[in-house]
């Protein structure tokens, strides 16, 4: 393998991208001749302090992996240098390759404690190999897309957009991230990278420093805006309402040019706002924005929405790209059925629901989430919409499933439309969602986690 200084992991290597405590147990199935099926399901047994619901993201994503998993000669290769595994196995893992099917929520799911993001069934050692994997793919997603929704939430429609790339926790992370915030209703991001890839519009304006480099603030509007017009101009570099001024005067200097907002990126954001908006009202120029940036969260933003501070477009950096009031989901990978029989942990406070599961979402009259039933996925449906879907069969990904994935903008628009008050409050505290278990579960659980 290359051992050089990579910025990012190869896909092709991804099959190493685990932990080793799974390559030993693969090599112990293998050496007792454990090949039955087994499904394990991917849940969180409770949501962060500070969310309602998280949104699922990142399952497509991860099906695709597993489906075209390989472990290459050069992997087998490191392997064997580490002495712990036998040239047997080897040979049997240089021919591996995932069989099984996925079952996974739809990109963009509002999902609740000890629901499956996913369920995978295959023979144990394949479905176990993906742990690492997966998690790793689920949890960065449903992090940041449950991170943004809440952004989405609190501008109650006006435009957000990702500035949050130079602080995140990796080049993976940043690139990865910006498809959850495209699922999450994102309008823009500045991440050149990341906007390509997944499909999400590039915004930005210019830095301080750019205006810094000028010897007249002025003169730097003016290039800049004769260069790309309908820019967004950073105001606040010396004095914001002075920079403000020097626009207005720019334009009626100039008025064949075309200014589309200013950028206010310090300050009272609130009342520079208002102040900006007068002036370029006052001067005929309401069609200039105003975008505000600045240590922005989804608390910050409701407060300048409930203010009816006329800002059009928030930035969000930091407390965006690293999830600062919730980083981490307590995701869990759990063996739920083995060779035909249902398993559970018993340890104490990490009990798991034992069987393979469809989560069945109630909506009242008005189209609101009513209330969702977790049930045995072989038992007779309760009522309600089924939600886990396949997406791989025998290995195969479902072509029709996973461009259901190009939709989850629109169908996160359309959840949050249909999201209870409880839900939609952006405060800590339970929502009061009804979340139900079929008998039929209760009592498979009671057996097996007693």
Same mark, same amino acid.
């Given at each position: 393998?290359?051992?050089?200084?990579?910025?990012?992991? @190869?896909?092709d290597?991804?099959? $190493?991208?685990t932990? *080793?405590? /799974? !390559?030993?147990m +693969?090599q112990a199935?293998?050496?007792?001749?454990?090949?039955?099926?087994?499904?394990f399901s991917?849940?969180?047994?409770?949501?962060?302090?500070?969310r309602?619901f998280?949104l699922?993201?990142?399952?497509?994503?991860a099906?695709?992996?597993?489906?075209?998993l390989?472990f290459r000669?050069h992997?087998?290769?490191?392997l064997?240098?580490?002495?712990?595994?036998d040239?047997e196995f080897?040979a049997?893992?240089?021919?591996?390759?995932f069989?099984?099917d996925?079952?996974?929520?739809?990109?963009?799911?509002p999902?609740?404690?000890?629901?499956?993001?996913?369920?995978?069934?295959?023979?144990?050692a394949? @479905?176990?190999l993906?742990?690492? $994997?997966?998690?790793n *793919?689920? /949890? !960065?997603?449903? +992090?940041l897309a449950?991170?943004a929704?809440r952004?989405v939430?609190?501008?109650?429609?006006?435009p957000?957009?990702d500035?949050?790339m130079?602080?995140?926790?990796?080049?993976d992370?940043a690139?990865r991230?910006?498809?959850?915030?495209?699922?999450a209703?994102?309008a823009?991001?500045s991440?050149?990278?990341g906007?390509?890839?997944?499909?999400?519009?590039?915004r930005?304006?210019?830095?301080?420093?750019y205006?810094l480099?000028?010897?007249?603030?002025?003169e730097?509007?003016?290039v800049?805006a004769?260069?790309y017009?309908?820019?967004?101009?950073?105001?606040?570099?010396y004095?914001?309402l002075?920079?403000?001024?020097?626009?207005?005067a $720019?334009?009626?200097?100039?008025?064949e !040019?075309?200014i589309?907002a200013?950028?206010?990126?310090?300050?009272d954001l609130?009342?520079?706002?208002?102040?900006s908006?007068?002036?370029?009202?006052d001067a005929?120029h309401?069609q200039?924005?105003?975008?505000?940036?600045?240590?922005l969260d989804?608390h910050k933003?409701?407060?300048?929405?409930?203010?009816?501070?006329?800002?059009?477009?928030?930035?969000?950096?930091?407390?965006?790209g690293?999830s600062a009031?919730a980083p981490?989901?307590?995701l869990?990978?759990?063996?739920v059925?083995?060779?035909?029989?249902?398993?559970a942990?018993r340890?104490?406070?990490?009990?798991?629901?034992?069987?393979r599961?469809q989560i069945?979402?109630c909506?009242?009259?008005?189209?609101?989430?009513?209330?969702?039933t !977790?049930?045995?996925?072989?038992?007779?449906?309760?009522p309600?919409?089924p939600?886990?879907e396949?997406l791989?069969?025998?290995?195969?990904?479902?072509a029709?499933?996973?461009?259901?994935?190009?939709?989850?903008?629109?169908?996160?628009a359309?959840?949050?439309?249909?999201?209870p008050?409880?839900l939609?409050s952006?405060?800590?505290g339970?929502?009061?969602?009804?979340?139900?278990?079929?008998?039929?579960?209760e009592?498979l659980?009671e057996?097996?986690?007693?």
């Amino acid at each position: 393998m290359n051992t050089g200084p990579l910025l990012q992991v @190869a896909d092709d290597d991804l099959a $190493l991208l685990t932990d *080793l405590y /799974q !390559l030993t147990m +693969l090599q112990a199935y293998w050496k007792e001749g454990m090949h039955a099926r087994a499904t394990f399901s991917l849940y969180f047994r409770k949501l962060p302090a500070s969310r309602r619901f998280m949104l699922a993201c990142g399952q497509q994503h991860a099906a695709a992996v597993a489906s075209r998993l390989r472990f290459r000669p050069h992997h087998l290769e490191c392997l064997a240098a580490t002495g712990q595994f036998d040239a047997e196995f080897l040979a049997w893992l240089g021919e591996w390759h995932f069989s099984g099917d996925i079952w996974a929520l739809p990109e963009g799911t509002p999902v609740f404690p000890n629901q499956p993001l996913l369920e995978v069934e295959a023979p144990i050692a394949e @479905a176990q190999l993906l742990e690492s $994997l997966i998690m790793n *793919l689920v /949890q !960065l997603e449903t +992090l940041l897309a449950s991170k943004a929704v809440r952004l989405v939430l609190a501008a109650k429609g006006r435009p957000v957009v990702d500035f949050g790339m130079r602080r995140m926790h990796g080049v993976d992370a940043a690139v990865r991230g910006v498809r959850a915030y495209r699922t999450a209703g994102l309008a823009g991001t500045s991440n050149v990278l990341g906007g390509l890839r997944h499909d999400l519009p590039l915004r930005g304006t210019m830095a301080h420093s750019y205006i810094l480099a000028h010897d007249d603030e002025h003169e730097a509007f003016r290039v800049f805006a004769r260069q790309y017009p309908g820019t967004t101009l950073l105001v606040d570099t010396y004095d914001t309402l002075d920079g403000v001024r020097g626009l207005i005067a $720019l334009l009626d200097d100039e008025p064949e !040019l075309r200014i589309g907002a200013i950028r206010l990126d310090s300050g009272d954001l609130g009342e520079l706002a208002r102040a900006s908006r007068r002036l370029l009202d006052d001067a005929g120029h309401s069609q200039v924005e105003i975008v505000a940036s600045s240590g922005l969260d989804e608390h910050k933003i409701a407060a300048l929405v409930a203010q009816g501070a006329p800002i059009d477009v928030f930035g969000v950096g930091t407390q965006l790209g690293v999830s600062a009031d919730a980083p981490v989901i307590d995701l869990s990978y759990k063996l739920v059925e083995y060779a035909g029989t249902p398993r559970a942990k018993r340890s104490p406070g990490k009990l798991n629901l034992p069987g393979r599961k469809q989560i069945y979402r109630c909506h009242d009259e008005q189209g609101q989430l009513a209330g969702d039933t !977790l049930a045995l996925r072989d038992e007779a449906p309760p009522p309600g919409t089924p939600l886990l879907e396949k997406l791989v069969e025998g290995g195969h990904l479902d072509a029709e499933q996973m461009a259901l994935a190009e939709q989850a903008p629109q169908r996160v628009a359309e959840t949050l439309r249909r999201l209870p008050a409880s839900l939609r409050s952006l405060e800590s505290g339970d929502s009061g969602y009804p979340l139900t278990f079929t008998l039929k579960l209760e009592q498979l659980a009671e057996r097996h986690c007693r």
